[in-house]
């Protein structure tokens, strides 16, 4: 099954920026006609999501405790779907997983049937 690859984790200090990345493992597969999102899951929590893009771009959305510190964006061209995420705090701790949907809401984790293996961001205070 095609699998999508992170990248981009690592350890920052809180009010500091990271940015992630996600492509598709296979080559030659692409996901432009997919809707795509991120998630995430903090030590002992659930999947959340964070912020999400349908194919066109026309529609974006995100979860309210990265509103205005995060910003999805995707370069079908290039095969990308990036997340700028700045003004991190330590509560933004977690794994973060890339995700490419056929259809449904863009903030379900049930409309996603492609997942990366995720990266993980530790934020330290």
């Known amino acids: 099954q095609v699998q999508l690859v992170e990248s981009g984790g690592g350890l920052v200090q809180a009010g500091g920026s990271l940015r992630l990345s996600c492509a598709p493992s296979?080559?030659?597969?692409?996901?432009?006609?997919?809707?795509m999102a991120w998630f995430r899951q903090a030590p002992g929590k659930e999947r959340e999501f964070v912020a999400g893009?349908?194919?066109?771009?026309?529609?974006?959305n995100y979860a309210d405790s990265v509103k205005g510190r995060f910003t999805i964006s995707r370069n079908n061209a290039n095969n990308i779907v990036s997340l700028q995420m700045n003004s991190l705090k330590p509560e933004d701790t977690a794994i973060y997983y890339c995700?490419?949907?056929?259809?449904?809401?863009?903030?379900?984790?049930?409309?996603?049937?492609?997942w990366g293996q995720g990266t993980q961001v530790t934020v330290s205070s």
């Open positions: 296979a080559s030659g597969r692409t996901f432009s006609r997919n809707s």
């Open positions: 995700a490419a949907s056929a259809a449904g809401r863009i903030d379900f984790e049930s409309s996603y049937d492609y």
């Open positions: 893009q349908t194919w066109s771009g026309s529609y974006t």
